[in-house]
Nanobody
Framework: QVQLVESGGGLVQPGRSLRLSCAAS????????MGWYRQAPGKELELVAD???????RYSDSVKGRFTISRDNAKNTVYLQMSSLKLEDTAVYYC??????WGQGTQVTVSS
């Protein structure tokens, strides 16, 4: 059973950067599509970005050009580099394995 552990969340000022990490257990990481989702207070869960095992990526329009998803298959880890953060990026960020496993979530708060 795949387990996902996120890290890297925190409090950051608008315009600054933050990097989230998601470490995955289990085998076959290199062929699995991985994603980052987020849920802001009072809003629905939304896709932020995802990346296939071959490295193809897609992003939501709200983060395109500011966020970068990447993966290190040797470390079974997927990253989300967030730059030029905005107040509206405040949310709980979840790592998702498209085989069906979710991480526990990590809070990102953008505030001055």
């Amino acid at each position: 059973q795949v387990q996902l552990v996120e890290s890297g969340g925190g409090l950051v000022q608008p315009g600054r950067s933050l990097r989230l990490s998601c470490a995955a257990s289990g085998t076959g990481f290199n062929i699995r599509t991985m994603g980052w989702y987020r849920q802001a207070p009072g809003k629905e869960l939304e896709l932020v970005a995802d990346i296939t095992g071959l490295g193809s990526t897609r992003y939501s329009d709200s983060v395109k050009g500011r966020f970068t998803i990447s993966r290190d298959n040797a470390k079974n880890t997927v990253y989300l580099q967030m730059s030029s953060l905005k107040l509206e990026d405040t949310a709980v960020y979840y790592c998702y394995d498209y085989g069906g496993a979710w991480g526990q979530g990590t809070q990102v708060t953008v505030s001055s």
